[in-house]
């Protein structure tokens, strides 16, 4: 659904780091080196960028007015 703030597992911040990964991934660089540079190191935060499905558009089309 939505990026969590922090790592379940280590605490570690993270949401801010998700939209510059999203945005190089689209470019086409591969996501071990994304990840990488972005300082997540930490095979849990890893998992959690990996496993991320963005389903915050498809639930806002069903939002009652």
Known sequence: M?????????GKPLAHLWEEYQERIKK??????VMNDLGLERYCCR?????????????ARFKKH
């Open 2 to 10: 939505i990026i969590p703030i922090r790592c379940f597992s280590c």
């Open 28 to 33: 086409g660089e591969e996501p071990k080196k």
């Open 47 to 59: 998992a959690l960028f990996l496993g991320q499905v963005d389903l915050i558009d498809t639930i």
